[in-house]
């Protein structure tokens, strides 16, 4: 084996059991959601309650990421991770803001000691590393934290009047959370540096020209629409999805040839699948197909 060939099956293999080991401590640290929550709010909605909707709800602090938000999301995304029922996830906030940041008097008085031994915002990345699609439906300001947390979902939606940026460097600090990791590799590096050493935010519209944003929405219809979308996506395989959700993310940590060869695997795996066959018996029967998501 050549040591071009050995570095990239090395990058794979690393991927996967990063893969694994994300599952394990998600399942862990968070069983089950609690019965009620302090800073957001939760139901199932769409067809069959198969949509679950997740809203953010610090209206006084426009949605702040305090720490108590932070654990409170985490829990309630794997706990709809974990439920057979439901096959997609929303994420959301109110009209004026989705959420404007990490809370800054939370972090005020922080050291760097006290930040490296706790890992702090290292939890944050839960939020990617869901098995179902997650969606952000963003209204009003997404900024620092709030824009870190749109990019960590799988599809972004915006409303017309949303502002996305990363403005820590106002504050005498840097983005901590994929500021200048996620917004990179979905911009481009000018549009990046831009962003996160001005700290000005863009528009609704900006973002959607230049791929931060899927699609944009009156404000009003966002998280409708939204729904609509994850409710498309909860029609499908679960366990199918699921195989494509870890296909397409792969893209953006693999080099090319090694992730083609993810694919292709991840591909070859749907044919080990009760859904696959049942799939493709319905498309040449001409019916609906009957999904068991095994």
């Not at 309630?76 to 990490?102: C, H, P, Q, R, Y």
């Not at 952000?136 to 915006?158: P, Q, R, S, T």
């Not at 060869?261 to 001409?286: I, Q, S």
Request: aromatic share 6%.
């Amino acid at each position: 084996m050549s040591l071009a060939r050995s570095k990239v099956f090395g990058l794979t293999r690393q991927y996967i059991h990063q893969q694994a080991t994300t599952s394990v401590l998600i399942s862990r640290n968070f069983c089950a959601a609690p019965p009620s929550y302090q800073y957001i709010k939760t139901e199932k909605t769409g067809t069959d309650g198969r949509v679950a909707l997740i809203q953010l709800n610090r209206p006084k602090a426009l949605n702040a990421l305090c720490d108590g938000l932070m654990t409170e999301l985490t829990q309630a995304l794997t706990a709809f991770n974990n439920d057979k029922t439901v096959g997609a996830i929303v994420i959301t906030g109110s009209e004026k803001a989705f959420a404007a940041g990490a809370d800054i008097k939370e972090m005020q008085n922080k050291t760097m000691a006290e930040n490296y031994t706790t890992g702090f915002l290292e939890y944050w990345e839960n939020v990617s590393k869901m098995r179902k699609p997650v969606i952000a439906a963003v209204n009003g300001y997404a900024l620092g934290g709030g824009c870190e947390v749109a990019m960590m979902c799988d599809i972004v939606y915006a409303g017309e009047k949303a502002k996305f940026g990363q403005p820590e460097i106002t504050i005498g600090t840097i983005p901590g959370g994929g500021g200048t990791q996620r917004l990179t590799r979905a911009i481009g590096k000018s549009r990046a540096m831009e962003m996160n050493l001005t700290g000005t935010p863009i528009s609704a519209q900006e973002a959607s020209d230049w791929g931060l944003v899927a699609r944009i929405f009156p404000p009003e219809s966002l998280v409708e629409e939204a729904i609509k979308k994850a409710d498309k996506i909860a029609s499908h395989s679960k366990i199918i999805v699921q195989l494509c959700k870890e296909a397409t993310n792969a893209s953006q940590e693999l080099p090319l040839q090694e992730g083609l060869r993810l694919e292709k695997r991840l591909f070859h795996a749907t044919f080990a699948t009760n859904d696959r066959k049942e799939g493709m018996t319905a498309f040449v029967e001409k019916r609906k197909p009957a999904w068991t998501d095994s």
